[in-house]
C-alpha cells in the first residue's frame, strides 16, 4: 500500500508541476503578443503622424499658390491689409427672433410636460 501511495502522490505533484509550468509559458506568451501590438501599434501611430504633416505641408497656402501657378490660374493671396467681401446673409437679428420664438415653444413643451408642485402661489 505504501508503494501505491508513493506513486500517486508523484503522479499528482508531477502533473502540478506540469500544468504550472504550461501556464507559465502561456503568460510569457501572452506577454509577447502584448508586446507585438504594442509596437504594431506604435508603428500606426508614426505613420498617422507622418501622413498627417504631409497633409498639412500639402494644404499650405504657400503650396496651393504654387499648384495653382503651375496650372496657369492666376490667383493673388490676399494681403492682411485687404478687405474680402463675402456673401450677404440673413440679418443677425432675424435669426435670433427665431430663436427666441423656437426657445419659447420649447419652453412651453416642457412646462406642460413637467409636474409642478402644489403649493405654489398663482403669478399675477
Not at 15 to 37: A, D, M, P, R
Not at 84 to 110: C, D, I, M, T, W
Request: glycine letters at 2%.
Amino acid at each position: 500500500m505504501r508503494l501505491s501511495k508513493y506513486f500517486i502522490f508523484l503522479s499528482i505533484f508531477t502533473c502540478l508541476g506540469l500544468l504550472y509550468t504550461h501556464q507559465q509559458f502561456s503568460i510569457i506568451k501572452v506577454n509577447y503578443e502584448i508586446k507585438k501590438c504594442e509596437n504594431h501599434i506604435l508603428q500606426l501611430l508614426d505613420h498617422y503622424h507622418k501622413l498627417m504633416y504631409n497633409v498639412t505641408t500639402l494644404e499650405t497656402p504657400a503650396n496651393l499658390e504654387a499648384k495653382l501657378y503651375a496650372k496657369g490660374l492666376k490667383y493673388d493671396m490676399p494681403r492682411r491689409w485687404l478687405v474680402v467681401k463675402g456673401e450677404e446673409s440673413k440679418p443677425a437679428y432675424e435669426l435670433v427672433k427665431v430663436a427666441k420664438r423656437r426657445n419659447v415653444v420649447l419652453e412651453k413643451l416642457f412646462n406642460f410636460m413637467t409636474l409642478q408642485a402644489e403649493a405654489q402661489t398663482p403669478k399675477k
